[in-house]
């Protein structure tokens, strides 16, 4: 068993470098413990460090390195894992390593781009709640005070915003009991397969995002399976692993009929896409590259594609987003204030 708890994480960063190193290493033909050794020396006195040393116990003990990794399944997932196993098999572990090192950049600079396009709308929308909570809190309530001496009737839109802050003043604690039990709820619902399934299927059709995430999913799909395919994993255990490596278990069916397809010496083309994951032009090019020998390439290619349209899509996506976030909230926020001020205005008006 690993020598850490479940709950134990490795950066993906450090995992991306080590691999990058290992395989640097590996092909200036420096034996693999010695390899692991000098890269253990580097991360001395490290959470990492400690999981290297465990490797190379493992490996003196007799272990290939792929069955040493599957000991800490949180750090070298089995796409890694597998693809170290066709390395030392072939005797190819350096150009794997290589492969492998790519694979997994691609991934994390994809996971930073979409992050990063999501992280100002986030942090806008917060703001915009937090403003109108505090309003609604505490510069409303000092309003209400000064309008008990008026003599005459508020206008409607100030009577809704103060029944609403009455009430949001007096039970703030239910709604922030209510929306802590509800995120539980949620995650507590999300272990059922049924529950994750429509979360998935409500990601791929969300206005604006759903595009985006198709377009994600496709393409890490096909990179991965085309990066497993180069390395001359199985047809049949690359389709596992690249279907089991993406996070919707809409696609993750989706494959698993390719795969059925493929065991029954089948193409990966003409399967049923009843929920549209897949485009005609990205079957096309599968069913091109099966004709010619050339299947992982052309994944890989397909993988490229897709990576330029998701900057595309991303770019698209913080021109739209971004100034309709703005938009709303504004509107929001100078109803609330106009709501506030429209008794102040009629007075003067009264007044003159």
């Known amino acids: 068993m690993s020598i850490f708890g479940a709950g134990w994480r490795i950066p993906a960063s450090q995992v991306n470098r080590f691999t990058r190193d290992l395989a640097v290493l590996q ?35 007799g272990a290939s390195l ?13 796409v890694y894992r597998n693809l ?10 350096a150009e794997v390593l290589n492969r492998a090192a790519r694979h997994r950049e691609k991934m994390a600079n994809l996971k930073r ?34 309008f008990r001496d008026f003599s005459t009737t508020l206008p409607r839109p100030t009577r809704i915003l103060i029944l609403v ?3 949001f003043t007096a039970h703030w604690l239910p709604v922030l009991f209510s929306g802590v039990l509800a995120v539980f709820t949620l995650r507590m619902a999300f272990r059922f397969r049924q529950m994750r399934y429509f979360r998935d299927w409500l990601w791929l059709t969300l206005p604006l995002l759903g595009p985006l995430v198709r377009k994600n999913l496709v393409g890490q799909f096909c ?47 003409g399967i049923n896409d ?26 890989e290619q397909i993988g490229a594609w897709y990576d330029e349209e998701i900057d595309r899509s991303i770019d698209l996506l913080a021109t739209v987003l971004e100034p309709l ?12 204030l106009i709501a506030i001020y429209l008794p102040l205005f009629n007075i003067g008006s009264a007044i003159g």
């Open 274 to 299: 009843r929920h549209g994951l897949m485009p005609g032009m990205v079957m096309q090019m599968i069913a091109v590259g099966e004709e010619t020998a050339d299947l992982p390439a052309m994944l």
């Open 27 to 61: 092909g200036a033909r420096i034996p693999l413990v010695e390899s692991l050794a000098l890269l253990a020396g580097n991360h001395k006195g490290t959470p990492f460090g400690v999981v290297l040393l465990d490797l190379i116990r493992r490996l003196k003990g």
């Open 325 to 336: 976030i703005i938009l709303f909230l504004g509107a929001v926020i100078g109803v609330i």
């Open 223 to 269: 990179k991965t399976l085309g990066t497993l395919l180069s390395c001359r994993v199985a047809m049949l255990t690359a389709l596992r692993l690249a279907g089991a490596s993406v996070p919707n278990l809409l696609l993750g069916d989706f494959v698993t009929e390719m795969a059925r397809k493929a065991s029954r010496g089948g193409g990966l083309t």
């Open 113 to 146: 781009k979409l992050r990063q396009a999501l992280t100002y709308p986030a942090l806008v929308l917060a703001v915009a709640i937090g403003a109108v909570v505090f309003i609604l809190t505490v510069v409303l309530p000092t309003f209400t005070e000064v």
């Open 84 to 93: 170290v196993r066709v390395g030392e098999m072939s005797g190819q572990l």
């Open 66 to 78: 792929a069955d040493a990794m599957a000991f800490y399944p949180d750090i070298f997932d089995e």
């Open 165 to 167: 802050s009455n009430w």
